[in-house]
């Protein structure tokens, strides 16, 4: 009884370990499978994915002893995506001829209905097998596990045997397990294809927004150089006269702009000028009204235009002694320039605010219209000393406005100093402006040139900024009558 006893022992332990030996390969196989689904199945990641199936396949077939097995994959509407063959390969006519009629009449077709393992203990004897003409007939047991995500048929897992009754419960336990792990690697496999998918959209997307921005930028950078165009490529040379600006953009192309310009009766024109907001929309008004300053205060002739009288714009001006008619004929391009962008462009509601002088240099008297400028301001050794402020409205808000015409005399020595208000709103890194008190006292310090005055703002300017974005455009222009 001892003996027997033992031997059952014996025999139950060797059980446990084949069974143990088994599940051990069974998850070295759900390993490898897990490993390869977790590839991004492009072309070749799924040929190592298929790869690892097939050695499933075989290995299913050495675990059952199976004589042969395959592997039908089907996607989500049911079409054959592939098979495996355990051992070689079909021929294509074999497989499209197997495929159909067994997923159609064969056992295949009664998993896919059912949805549940089809286990055929004799084919002879089940009408689920469907023996096909001109074939063998050696397979007697039949196992078909459905590959199953949910309710979804994923594929199904076929193996044969030459002999009645092979497959045991055991058996098909084991092929549930490895069908339930070839149903999640064939699942994520899915999953991670659509997952690669968008990241490619989502490159493709990349390249061509990248390729826009690159445009953009190209045209951008034209409209840069055009707008820079339009400022001017050399400041006139005066005997007795320093002119000295500044210009940075907050943006590649800017709102502000400045000039200086010959005019008729041995006059210069200046302007500083700030259109409303910034950009492109700004920099294209910018081009529109300096090019109308120039025209309609004479420094270009058109045919049909650039002869102006004092009555053309009905401006209002100073005494006739304080300013000559060139000077007033001038100054009517402010009004013109206003009249024609509030009846042409009123309803885009763009507005520049702009300071607009003309200097007689051999004498330094200057007429000029200040139109909802920031004050231009004059300075001289002992500190500012005029403070030219608004003389009328910001040009281009409404049709038929007054512009009142004022002068005053540039001594020999004084510096006359316009500026944008990215000047006083130049923003810290802690959120703080400049400010005109900020700027005031650079002005009242002692400057003996007009080129001193540009870099000392500068430079306090670079100072206050440091490395903040800037926040606006920055435009300088600084005229001195020399002693």
Not at 106 to 116: K, T
Not at 304 to 322: I, R
Not at 332 to 348: C, F
Request: proline letters at 4%; hydrophobic letters at 40%.
């Amino acid at each position: 009884m001892e003996i027997e006893s033992l031997q059952r022992e014996v025999n139950r332990l060797k059980t446990e370990k084949e069974a143990l030996t088994v599940k051990s390969k069974l998850f070295e196989k759900f390993a490898a499978m897990s490993h390869s689904c977790c590839q991004l199945p492009s072309t070749a990641d799924w040929e190592t994915v298929k790869a690892t199936l097939q050695k499933t396949l075989q290995f299913s077939t050495e675990l059952t002893g199976a004589e042969d097995g395959n592997l039908v994959l089907m996607d989500s509407d049911g079409t054959v995506t592939d098979f495996i063959q355990a051992h070689g390969d079909l021929k294509q006519d074999r497989r499209i001829e197997l495929i159909g009629r067994v997923l159609n009449e064969g056992i295949g077709g009664w998993v896919s209905e059912h949805r549940q393992v089809g286990l055929i203990g004799d084919t002879l004897e089940d009408d689920r097998w469907l023996f096909l003409p001109h074939q063998p007939q050696t397979d007697r047991s039949v196992l078909a596990v459905p590959i199953l995500k949910c309710d979804e048929l994923l594929g199904i897992l076929t193996l044969t045997h030459p002999d009645p009754d092979h497959f045991s419960p055991q058996f098909v336990e084991q092929m549930q397990a490895t069908s339930d792990q070839i149903a999640l690697t064939l699942e994520n496999a899915r999953l991670y294809g659509r997952l690669d998918e968008s990241y490619r959209a989502l490159d493709r997307s990349k390249q061509k927004e990248e390729a826009y921005s690159r445009a953009l930028d190209i045209e951008l950078e034209k409209a840069r150089q055009i707008q820079r165009d339009f400022l001017p490529d050399k400041i006139p040379k005066l005997s007795n006269w320093e002119i000295e600006t500044y210009f940075s953009p907050a943006k590649k192309v800017s709102g502000d702009f400045y000039d200086v310009f010959s005019l008729p009766g041995n006059n210069l024109g200046i302007v500083i000028a700030d259109v409303a907001d910034k950009g492109v929309g700004s920099a294209l008004y910018m081009a529109l009204i300096i090019s109308l300053i120039r025209i309609f205060s004479g420094h270009i002739s058109l045919h049909g235009f650039g002869n102006f009288s004092v009555n053309n714009g009905k401006t209002e001006s100073a005494p006739a002694h304080c300013a000559t008619p060139d000077q007033l004929g001038a100054l009517n391009a402010v009004k013109l320039t206003n009249d024609y962008i509030a009846h042409e462009h009123g309803k885009e509601g763009m507005f520049a605010t702009l300071f607009f002088g003309v200097i007689y240099p051999a004498t330094g008297n200057m007429a000029y219209i200040n139109a909802g400028h920031e004050p231009v301001f004059v300075v001289n050794s002992t500190g500012i000393v005029k403070s030219l402020k608004s003389t009328g409205p910001a040009v281009g808000m409404l049709h038929d406005m007054k512009f009142r015409v004022e002068q005053i005399k540039i001594e020999p020595g004084d510096i006359l100093i316009g500026y944008t208000d990215g000047v006083t709103e130049a923003v810290g890194p802690n959120g703080d402006f400049f400010t005109r008190k900020r700027l005031l006292s650079i002005l009242e310090q002692t400057a003996s040139s007009a080129s001193e005055v540009v870099a000392h703002i500068k430079n306090s300017l670079s100072a206050h900024v440091h490395n903040a974005p800037p926040s606006d455009d920055i435009t300088l222009l600084v005229v001195q009558h020399l002693p």
